[in-house]
């Protein structure tokens, strides 16, 4: 019988996955053969045991290939599946028996979009056939089983096919179960408001409870099962996910029902604490046994309303956080109470054990308060390091006082385990010897402690060079190094030293002077080496020189390096700063008259002075004054001299202008024969001028403003005049200054 079972079960979930590669092909064989063929795969004589070998080694595979997607394993009993998946805190179970199809009822598991990782699912068809993608709105297994009466009253006059039920007796710590479900169905949504509307129900009966209740009901009401009809996308849509049941909505990935609901919670507040009850989960096809349905119960969920403790610990060796380390980290002892949480629930607790309070750990609170609404809270317990060997380790049991335990009932409690901390020590990489400087990494090598280490390698300065577990160092010259590594608790340290070893090397040092020179000047820059390994090679890359000097015309101060390799080929540099001294010279000039300029010296950090006015006179006066023979442009040159006998010229064109010398005629012939037939002034040292004519009552007949133009003897109306006449000129130089001149034209016609 369960070789059939399995390998039922076998070929439902090859023909699930047929698409799969090779590896999940050669994954279903092994399981066939395993199975029919007892000694070639599995040579074992119970063949439960080679069932639960083959089908761990397929999972592996599976989980090795990446499938992290909802699956299902049919292969535990239902007595495991209660006992070992469904039951949580503060309920004991007895009595299992199931009614259904082998392959209808299993362990599901992965990552799914039903808000629940993992428990037990029981279907209407194959339990395998959950896994999505959501590929066929219509799968339906025809398994041809029979109905469950208790359902069928609920759906009366209809009647139940292809039921799965698993019922158990148990008894609750306190006066509340409860469990999380998900229900889901093929049915979905195209026979909502039919009387195609498979049917579940958790039905509890016991003391107080005398028919049984269904449990599975919506939220918020008193009575109203969950249902297909009760629970969709337009009824108590809330509690209710489209899976891509229909067109347009996309197909969900994980699961393969069309439809499901949210994630529910059956209670029962009606169970007395010790009592034993009977509780039936059931489901089934209604009407025919088409489209699927099923419901999910969540692993550890069935629970009464007890506390359990767990520890959260900043750094534990082992997977549940309980074995701790002297002086190592906080941990959170967490308190977690099941069923009703309206009110408020104070924990007292007490602690036992061999470790002491106070002088082996701390805890922050002697009670613990959850809120309402909350299901969980937490104390913290610290541990001291007290570096006191204590090879036995010491240990803290914090056990809740629980005034409503069954008879026979253990209190639940958590115990610690405080150990001492592994001595720490580390070693590096062996000393590194070379004949010349070269790369070398260390490595740190630490043992005992608490790893998380942290690592300080420092050089003989106290400078740290790496926090890493490596140090990769250049040192031109023997140098030692160390190397401090602090564990994760930081309490212990460690340290160790690593030495790079270079015999008779030591790095080049460089001579190389400084320089002053005059603008203009040309330094020789000389650089003499010591040390290091001769022979070296040179180059100056401001000039080119591959030689241990070189020359420099610089203009402005500044620095000029030369790179010297050694015989190792180590490559090292030095600079010399070669200072442009000398004088600035600069100056302004003031005409003081046509010919006249007085010149003030500007110049910085000069104490001689020369100056050239470019007509054959010099000076060497601060500041100069001087009046230029002729008119005209000179080019006046100022040279400056410092202590150190630096020169500097500065240079200023200057315009020296002539007096004011003008003919003015005192008749002209306007006849147009081209000779002398125009009035105006002619002459020199007047930069503009204005001329203006009068007849002899006093009236201006004429006016112009630029001594370029001249008087053609006519009015402004265009009359042509003659006779005598007054003008009026005005003249004024290139300096500023007006000067007029007035007399008596005569025009000839």
Request: aromatic share 12%; with cysteine; proline share 5%.
């Amino acid at each position: 019988m369960l070789e059939w079972r399995f390998l039922k079960t076998t070929f439902h979930f090859y023909k699930k996955h047929q698409n799969q590669s090779s590896v999940e092909h050669f994954c279903f064989f092994i399981v066939t053969i395993a199975v029919f063929k007892k000694s070639y795969i599995c040579p074992f004589n119970s063949l439960k045991t080679k069932a639960y070998i083959v089908a761990f080694f397929c999972f592996f595979i599976i989980s090795v290939k990446g499938y992290g997607q909802l699956q299902a394993d049919v292969s535990q009993t239902p007595t495991d599946l209660v006992q070992n998946v469904l039951l949580g805190g503060g309920v004991t179970a007895s009595n299992i028996t199931y009614t259904c199809g082998s392959t209808q009822m299993g362990y599901f598991f992965g990552s799914s979009n039903l808000g629940l990782s993992s428990g037990i699912i029981m279907s209407t068809g194959f339990a395998i056939d959950i896994v999505g993608p959501n590929d066929n709105l219509a799968v339906s297994n025809l398994l041809l089983g029979p109905g469950d009466f208790t359902l069928d009253a609920v759906v009366a006059p209809l009647t139940t096919n292809d039921a799965c039920v698993l019922e158990f007796d148990f008894i609750p710590l306190t006066d509340t179960v409860s469990f999380r479900y998900v229900f889901g169905s093929e049915e979905y949504a195209q026979f909502v408001g039919t009387s195609f509307n498979d049917v579940f129900g958790f039905f509890i009966s016991g003391p107080g409870i005398p028919v049984p209740t269904n449990i599975a009901i919506v939220p918020g009401t008193v009575s109203t099962p969950v249902s297909i009809n009760n629970v969709n996308g337009t009824t108590n849509s809330a509690y209710y996910v489209n899976n891509g049941d229909l067109a347009g909505v996309p197909q969900g990935q994980t699961v393969q029902y069309n439809g499901f609901t949210t994630v529910l919670t059956a209670t029962s507040t009606e169970v007395t604490h010790c009592e034993t009850y009977h509780i039936k989960l059931a489901i089934a096809d209604v009407g025919d046994g088409a489209y699927d349905s099923g419901v999910f119960l969540e692993a550890g969920s069935f629970s009464s309303g007890t506390v359990s403790l767990s520890s959260q610990a900043d750094y534990s060796s082992s997977l549940n956080d309980t074995a701790l380390f002297e002086g190592c980290g906080s941990t959170k002892i967490i308190f977690e109470r099941g069923g009703n949480t309206s009110e408020p629930l104070t924990i007292n607790f007490n602690v036992t054990g061999t470790a002491t309070q106070g002088v082996d750990y701390t805890l922050s609170s002697t009670s613990v308060t959850i809120p309402a609404g909350f299901n969980i809270a937490s104390i913290d317990l610290n541990t001291i390091y007290d570096n006191v060997s204590e090879p036995l380790g010491e240990s803290v049991t914090i056990t809740p006082v629980i005034t409503f335990l069954c008879a026979a009932q253990t209190p639940p409690s958590i115990t610690l385990t405080l150990a001492d901390q592994p001595p720490l020590s580390v070693t590096t990489s062996p000393d590194f010897t070379t004949a010349c400087p070269a790369q070398t990494t260390f490595e740190a090598f630490p043992q005992g402690g608490i790893p998380g280490y942290v690592y300080e390698w420092k050089d003989s300065t106290g400078t740290v060079l790496s926090t890493q577990s490596t140090l990769t160092a250049f040192p031109l010259q023997t140098t030692h190094y160390s190397l401090t590594v602090t564990d994760t608790c930081k309490n212990q340290q460690a340290t160790a030293t690593a030495s790079v070893i270079i015999p008779g090397y030591t790095p080049m040092q460089f001579e190389l002077a400084q320089a002053s020179i005059c603008k203009g000047d040309t330094a020789r820059l000389v650089v003499n080496v010591t040390e290091g390994k001769a022979p070296y090679t040179y180059l100056w890359p401001s000039t080119g020189s591959i030689n241990n000097f070189t020359f420099v015309a610089p203009s402005v101060s500044g620095s000029f390096t030369v790179q010297v390799t050694d015989l190792c080929g180590i490559v090292d540099n030095a600079s010399s700063r070669v200072s442009v001294v000398g004088p600035k010279a600069q100056f302004s000039s003031n005409q003081t008259a046509e010919r006249d300029f007085v010149f003030t010296n500007q110049s910085v950090d000069a104490i001689f002075y020369y100056w050239n006015f470019d007509d054959g006179d010099t000076a060497q006066t601060l500041d100069a004054a001087h009046s230029f023979p002729d008119s005209g442009w000179y080019n006046v040159l100022l040279t400056v001299e410092n202590r150190e006998g630096c020169f500097d010229t500065a240079s200023l064109l200057i315009h020296a202008f002539p007096d004011l010398n003008v003919y003015i005629p005192n008749a002209f012939t306007p006849n147009g024969d081209g000779k002398n037939d125009s009035f105006y002034a002619d002459g020199e040292g007047f930069a503009t001028s204005d001329m203006k004519i009068y007849d002899r009552w006093g009236q201006e007949v004429y006016h112009a403003e630029h001594q370029a133009w001249a008087w053609n003897g006519q009015s402004r109306s265009g009359v042509k005049l003659e006779g005598m006449y007054c003008y009026v000129f005005e003249f004024v130089t290139p300096l500023g200054n007006a000067v007029k001149r007035m007399g008596h034209v005569m025009v000839v016609r």
